[in-house]
C-alpha cells in the first residue's frame, strides 16, 4: 500500500538538465517542486573530486557513473520479426544516474540545430520531390522552427557559459565560426577553448581542399564565467577527464555547476534520491494526472500528488513512463499508427584515425575540444546525386589521451605482445582521431514498445527497442566517412590514417552513442505526435515530456543543446500562459 | 503537524501583536544575525533557536539553550528585565551564573534599546518545546558559583562607549564588532581559563581544529593589508577577490554576516583596518625562505592544487582562493593551512554567491611527509614568506582532527 505524501504543485520525474531548469523556472514562479531522482546525490566535492577522478577503469570501463542494467533495462531486436532479448550489460548506449543526470559526464559539445533540422521533411521533399524519400521512413517537421527556439538557445547557451565562435551574426557571416549555423542574436559568451596542436593541423588540411572549420561550441569553459543565475564556472584545465567522468574543476556546464547552487538554495523546491518513478496516476476520466508513484531504496511505494507531472526522466525513460502508465495510444508499426513509442531514432559514428609524425600531446584534452567542419551535415551540401537526405558533421576530437580506452595504433598493429607495445609507444602522442557524427532518420520498423515477455524488478514490463541501421543512413554515413578520408589525405605530415567505417546491422553491444531520442515526440496534432509544441500531453494536459524523446528524428548533432533550449521553451510556456489558465495550450 | 504549525503561527502572530512595532522586531532579527545567535541556538538539522547544539570547549560540552518563546523550555517567561540582565551581566532568570561560552562579556556592550528589540524579535519566532541536555562539563566547572570568581577576574559589565575623536562608521563599526558580532571570541587567545588574554584582542584564536587568523596585522596577507572594500565585500558574499570564507567562517558569513547592510560591513571594515597592535610588512614576521623545495613543487603539481589554484598561486579571482600572499597560508602557525589539506572544507554559500565550492580531502591521498613538504613549499613560493611544516606539524593536526571527528 502506498503511502500518501502532501500535495505539490509540481512533480518532477528524474533530477537532470531538464529537471534543474523547470525546477529552477517554475520555483522562481512561486510553485512549490519536488524533484525525484532514482540515484543518488552527488556534486562536484566529493564525488567528482581531483583526488580521485581520474580513474579510467572505474569510471570508463566499470561505467561507475551510468544506470545499472541489473536494476533497469531494455529488450532489443534488430526486427519485428525477430524476438528481443534484455540487453544484460551496457553497450551501445549509457545513460546516466544520479542527480545531474548525463548532464554530469557528457563530453559539453554544444549545438544548435540548423533550421532545416526542424523542417526535415518539407524541406527535404521540397528541394528533392516527394519520390526521393524511402516510403517506410517517417520523418517529419518539427511544430517550431529555429527562430522560435532562438532566444532560448540564447538562454541555454548564457546559462552553460559555451565556449564558441559565432559563425553567423543577425544573418551576417564571421570568420572562423560556423557559416552554416542558423542566424544567432549575439555572439557565444565565452571565447573559443585553446586549440589542440591536432585540431590546427585540421584546420588546415580542411581549408586547403574548400572546406569552412571552427571550434566546437563548448560547454568547457575558456574562461572563468559567471553565468546568468549568479553561479560562478571556473576555467578547463584541459585535464582530458570530460566524457563519462564529473568534472573536477567545476568547468564543465552542469546541473551542479550552473543551476543547483541556486535552487537547492530554495524553499519551495526539494528532491529525493533513491526515489524510482513506476508510474504516472491518473483520475478517473483518464484525462488528469495525479501524480506519480515512486518506490524507494528499501522498496517502500510512496504516491506524491502533485497538479503537473513533468517527465525529465531520460528519453528512453520518459516512453516507457507512458507505456506502463497507458497514457496515449502505443505506436503500432504494422499499421503505422498510434504515436507512443514512434519515431525511436539514434546516431552514427564512424572514424578516421590520423597519424602524425610530430608529436601532438594528446593528453591535453576537453571535452568538446576539436576542430570541426558543417560542410557535409543537414543539407548543407547537394544531396541530389547522392540519393539519401542527412548528414554529419566531421571533427577532430582531442577530448584526452586516457591510458586505457584513448590512443590509436594502425590497423595491422597485433592486438597484445612486443609488436603492440611499440606501435603504441610509437603513435600514443602522434595520433587523433576524427569523427563522422552522422544523423538517423525514423522508419517505420525502428520504434519502442512493451516487451511481452520481460519484466523489471517493479514488475513492469521492459521496453522492447525495434532498431536497425537503415540504406538512407547508411549511405550517408558512408558519403561522408569518405569526405572525412579526404581531410585526413590533406593532413600534412600525416603518416597514414585507419578508417573505422559504420556498415551492416545495428549491434547494441559496441559502445557508439547516448544519443537516443524519439518516442514521444513532438508534433503539431495528436495523430502524429505525442506532445505538442510546449512539451505537452495531447492527452493528458498537465502532464509534460521533457527531452530528446521530443525529437522526430535525429539530425546530425549532439542532442544537449536543443533540449536545454526545447526545455526553456516549454517553461516559458507554462510559467506565463498554462499557470494562469491550466489546460491544453494551442 | 500541518497544525501544530498553523497554531504557532497563530501564535506568534499573537505574541508579536505584544511584542514591539514592526521596525523593533525588523531591527532585533537584524541584531540578531549580526550576532550569529542561530549558529550556536540551532542544532544541526533542528529546529531554528531551539538550542541543544554542543559546544565543545576546553572545559568540557557546554549544550545551547532554547531560545525560543516556549515558556517551559524556552525564554517564553523572561521579562525584558530578565533577558537584559542575561545579555548585559551574564546572569540567568533564576539568578544561576551563564557560562561565558554564552558570549555575554560582548553583550554586555549592546545597548539596552537594542537588547529590547533582539527580545522583541525572539518572541515572534516558532515556539519549540525542546529541553537543553545537561552540560557535560569537568569538575569542579559544574559548579556555577566559581563563575562569580570569574567574572571578577576577567569580566565587566558595560555597555558600548563612542570614542568622539573617531568616525562615526568607526564607532558603528566597533559597536557592531565589539557588542552582538563578538569578534574576538575566536579571533583572540585564551587564557587557561578560557579568557581573552588581556592586551591581546583579534591576535588570532585556536577553535575545532582552526585557527581564527589574527585581525590585527601582524600576520602577511591579513585584513589589514585588505581594502575596506574587500572586507566587506567577504562578510557579505563570503567571496572577494583574494579569498573565500571556509571552516567555521563559511557558517559566520552564511547566518551572520553575509545579512548586514553595505554600510554596516563597510563599518565594521574600518574598524578592523584601525585594530591596536597593528605591526608594518617591514616588522612581520617571516621565515627563512632559502630551502629545498622541490618535492613540494612536483607535489603541487601532481595532486591537482595547481588546477584551482594556478601554478603562480593566483587561484581565480572570485573562484578559487590566490595561495600567493594568502593569511592563511603565511600564518605562523601552519594547523589551518594543514586541516584545509587533509580535510578540505567547503566554503560559504550567500545569495549574492550561490557556488558552494568545496576543496577535497587530500588526507587520505597524501602522507604526513607529503603534506609537509607541500605545505613548506606553497609557504615559500611566488614570495610567501610562512615557515617550514613538518611531519610532526602535520601528524598533529591528523591527530586531533581524527579525535574531534
Known amino acids: 500500500m502506498a503511502t500518501r505524501l502532501k500535495p505539490v504543485d509540481a512533480v518532477l520525474v528524474g533530477f537532470g538538465w531538464t529537471a534543474a531548469i523547470i525546477g529552477q523556472e517554475l520555483t522562481d514562479a512561486g510553485l512549490q517542486v519536488v524533484a525525484l531522482e532514482r540515484g543518488n546525490f552527488r556534486d562536484t566535492v566529493p564525488d567528482f573530486s581531483p583526488t580521485q577522478i581520474q580513474d579510467e577503469l572505474r569510471y570508463a570501463v566499470r561505467k561507475a557513473t551510468f544506470e545499472e542494467p541489473d536494476r533497469e533495462t531494455l529488450t532489443f531486436r534488430n526486427s519485428t520479426s525477430d524476438t528481443a532479448l534484455p540487453m544484460r550489460q551496457l553497450g551501445s548506449f549509457l545513460p546516466g544516474v544520479g542527480v545531474g543526470g548525463a548532464g554530469v559526464h557528457w563530453n559539453g559539445q554544444n549545438w544548435r540545430f540548423m533550421p532545416t533540422d526542424f523542417k526535415m521533411r518539407s524541406h527535404s521533399e521540397q528541394r528533392y520531390g516527394k519520390k526521393f524519400l524511402p516510403d517506410d521512413m517517417t520523418i517529419q517537421d518539427w511544430p517550431l522552427s529555429y527562430d522560435d527556439l532562438e532566444p532560448y538557445y540564447d538562454k541555454w547557451e548564457y546559462l552553460c557559459g559555451i565556449s564558441g565562435k559565432a559563425g553567423n551574426l543577425n544573418g551576417q557571416i564571421q570568420e572562423g565560426g560556423n557559416p552554416f549555423e542558423g542566424p544567432r542574436k549575439r555572439e557565444f559568451p565565452l571565447p573559443p577553448l585553446k586549440r589542440s596542436a591536432s585540431a590546427m593541423k585540421f584546420d588546415e588540411a580542411a581549408k586547403s581542399i574548400g572546406l569552412h572549420p571552427f571550434p566546437c561550441p563548448a560547454g568547457n569553459a575558456s574562461q572563468p564565467y559567471t553565468n546568468t543565475l549568479g553561479v560562478k564556472l571556473g576555467q578547463c584545465t584541459y585535464c582530458g577527464y570530460c566524457e563519462w567522468f564529473g568534472c573536477a574543476n567545476y568547468s564543465k556546464a552542469s546541473p551542479q555547476t550552473t543551476i543547483l547552487p541556486v535552487l537547492l538554495r530554495k524553499d519551495n523546491f526539494s528532491y529525493k534520491t533513491n526515489a524510482t518513478v513506476t508510474r504516472v496516476n491518473m483520475d478517473s476520466t483518464g484525462k488528469k494526472a495525479t501524480g506519480v508513484t515512486y518506490v524507494d531504496a528499501q522498496g517502500r511505494e510512496f504516491e506524491q500528488p502533485a497538479e503537473m507531472v513533468i517527465l525529465c526522466a531520460y528519453s528512453l525513460h520518459n516512453v516507457h513512463l507512458l507505456l506502463v502508465s497507458k497514457i496515449g495510444k502505443p505506436y503500432d508499426a504494422e499499421s503505422n499508427t498510434g504515436a507512443v513509442g514512434k519515431n525511436y531514432a539514434y546516431q552514427m559514428s564512424a572514424y578516421v584515425d590520423v597519424f602524425f609524425d610530430e608529436i601532438i600531446n594528446p593528453f591535453m584534452g576537453a571535452g568538446a575540444l576539436g576542430q570541426v567542419v558543417d560542410d557535409f551535415n543537414g543539407d548543407n551540401f547537394d544531396h541530389g546525386p547522392h540519393g539519401f537526405i542527412g548528414g554529419a558533421y566531421i571533427s577532430m576530437w582531442q577530448t584526452g589521451g586516457r591510458p586505457i580506452l584513448q590512443h590509436y595504433t594502425p590497423t595491422d598493429t597485433p592486438k597484445w605482445g612486443g609488436g603492440f607495445k611499440k606501435a603504441l609507444k610509437e603513435n600514443y602522442l602522434r595520433s587523433a582521431s576524427m569523427q563522422i557524427h552522422g544523423g538517423i532518420m525514423s522508419y517505420k520498423q525502428n520504434h519502442l514498445d512493451l516487451d511481452p515477455t520481460y519484466r523489471d524488478i517493479y514488475g513492469n514490463p521492459l521496453m522492447r527497442l525495434t532498431f536497425d541501421f537503415q540504406k538512407n543512413d547508411l549511405d550517408m554515413e558512408k558519403y561522408v566517412t569518405d569526405r572525412a578520408v579526404d581531410i585526413a589525405k590533406a593532413v600534412k605530415g600525416n603518416r597514414g590514417y585507419n578508417v573505422r567505417a559504420r556498415t551492416g546491422h545495428y549491434g547494441i553491444v559496441e559502445y557508439q552513442t547516448t544519443h537516443n531520442t524519439g518516442g514521444a515526440i513532438i508534433g503539431d496534432n495528436p495523430s502524429n505526435s505525442v506532445i505538442n509544441k510546449y512539451c505537452q500531453s495531447w492527452d493528458v494536459p498537465n502532464l509534460f515530456v521533457l527531452g530528446a524523446s521530443a525529437f522526430p528524428q535525429n539530425p546530425g548533432y549532439n542532442p544537449t543543446g536543443t533540449v536545454g533550449a526545447l526545455t526553456y521553451f516549454a517553461a516559458d510556456a507554462i510559467t506565463s500562459r498554462y499557470l494562469k489558465n491550466p489546460g491544453a495550450l494551442v | ?405
Request: net charge negative; aromatic share 8%.
Open chain 2, 1 to 405: 503537524m500541518k497544525r501544530s504549525a498553523i497554531f504557532l503561527a497563530v501564535l506568534s502572530f499573537v505574541t508579536c501583536a505584544h511584542a514591539g512595532d514592526f521596525a523593533q522586531i525588523e531591527r532585533g532579527k537584524y541584531l540578531v544575525q549580526a550576532g550569529d545567535c542561530e549558529s550556536c541556538h540551532t542544532d544541526k538539522n533542528g529546529p531554528r533557536f531551539a538550542g541543544a547544539r554542543a559546544i565543545p570547549t576546553p572545559f568540557g560540552t557546554i549544550y545551547s539553550r532554547n531560545i525560543t518563546p516556549d515558556p517551559a523550555t524556552g525564554i517564553g517567561g523572561w521579562s525584558d528585565e530578565d533577558f537584559y540582565r542575561a545579555l548585559h551581566e551574564g546572569i540567568s532568570r533564576d539568578g544561576s551564573h551563564l557560562y561565558p561560552a554564552f558570549p555575554y562579556p560582548w553583550y554586555t556592550k549592546l545597548t539596552r534599546d537594542d537588547v529590547n528589540a533582539i527580545k522583541a524579535y525572539l518572541d515572534t519566532v516558532d515556539a519549540v518545546r525542546e529541553q537543553t541536555p545537561p552540560n557535560k562539563l569537568h569538575w569542579p566547572l559544574t559548579w556555577r558559583s566559581l563563575l562569580s570568581v570569574w567574572n571578577s577576574m576577567f569580566f565587566k559589565a558595560g555597555e558600548w562607549q563612542p570614542n568622539p575623536d573617531k568616525s562615526a562608521d568607526w564607532n558603528r563599526g566597533g559597536y557592531l564588532v565589539e557588542s552582538a558580532g563578538h569578534c574576538s571570541a575566536c579571533h583572540s587567545p585564551k587564557n587557561l581559563l578560557g579568557s581573552v588574554k588581556k592586551g591581546d584582542a583579534f591576535e588570532g584564536g585556536d577553535g575545532e581544529n582552526w585557527l581564527a587568523p589574527d585581525l590585527t596585522g601582524r600576520t602577511l596577507g591579513g585584513v589589514s593589508e585588505w581594502s575596506i572594500d574587500e572586507i566587506a565585500q567577504f562578510l557579505r558574499t563570503g567571496a572577494n577577490n583574494r579569498t573565500r570564507a571556509t571552516g567555521p567562517m563559511a557558517e559566520v558569513v552564511e547566518l551572520s554576516t553575509s545579512h548586514l547592510t553595505d554600510e554596516d560591513a563597510k563599518a565594521i571594515a574600518t574598524y578592523l583596518k584601525d585594530l591596536p597592535n597593528g605591526a608594518s610588512t617591514a616588522e612581520k614576521k617571516t621565515a627563512d625562505n632559502s630551502r629545498d623545495t622541490t618535492r613540494g613543487h612536483d607535489l603541487y603539481l601532481d595532486n591537482n592544487c595547481a588546477a584551482c589554484h594556478m601554478e603562480n598561486g593566483t587561484g581565480e579571482a572570485g573562484i578559487f582562493p590566490a595561495l600567493k600572499g594568502s593569511a592563511i597560508v603565511q600564518q605562523p602557525d601552519p594547523a589551518t593551512a594543514i586541516h584545509l589539506v587533509l580535510s578540505g572544507s567547503r566554503a560559504a554559500a550567500t545569495t549574492a554567491n550561490p557556488n558552494r565550492f568545496a576543496m577535497p580531502a587530500f588526507g587520505g591521498k597524501l602522507s604526513d611527509d607529503d603534506i609537509a613538504a607541500l605545505l613548506t613549499y606553497v609557504r615559500s613560493a611566488w614570495g610567501n614568506r610562512g615557515g617550514v611544516v613538518s611531519e610532526s606539524n602535520v601528524y598533529s593536526v591528523r591527530k586531533q582532527v581524527a579525535t574531534s571527528q
